[in-house]
């Protein structure tokens, strides 16, 4: 099993930056692959961003390219996303992510473990 808890969400205006971190216990976090995911009212559950066990790979949504940084601390357990230039379309839930294996998937039914989302409100 693995448990992930998010922090740092919260309200920014358009143009403003805010960073989400993730903290994971339970299997070991080097041997997981790990994503943010997103969801709004009335929209499927999109990848944001993604990262391979030593992040070797990463993968974002065009949406967010140049905007977003996902970063991984094996040492610390944790998962970080920086967001910058934020824009009232990324309003929405965020949620950690994790699968079991080095790769990750973009699609939501690959991965096992969720943390429980914070929310992230652009106003503009």
């Known amino acids: 099993q693995v448990q992930l808890v998010e922090s740092g969400g919260g309200q920014v205006q358009a143009g403003g930056s805010l960073t989400l971190s993730c903290a994971a216990s339970g299997r070991p976090f080097s041997n997981l692959a790990m994503a943010w995911f997103r969801q709004a009212p009335g929209k499927e559950r999109e990848c944001v961003a993604a990262v391979s066990w030593n992040s070797g790979y990463k993968y974002y949504v065009d949406s967010v390219k140049g905007r977003f940084t996902i970063s991984r601390d094996n040492a610390e357990k944790s998962m970080y996303l920086q967001m910058n230039s934020l824009k009232p379309e990324d309003t929405a839930i965020y949620y950690c992510?994790?699968?079991?294996?080095?790769?990750?998937?973009?699609?939501?039914?690959?991965?096992?473990?969720w943390g429980q989302g914070t929310q992230v409100t652009v106003s503009s």
């Open positions: 992510a994790a699968r079991s294996g080095r790769y990750y998937y973009t699609l939501a039914a690959e991965y096992a473990y």
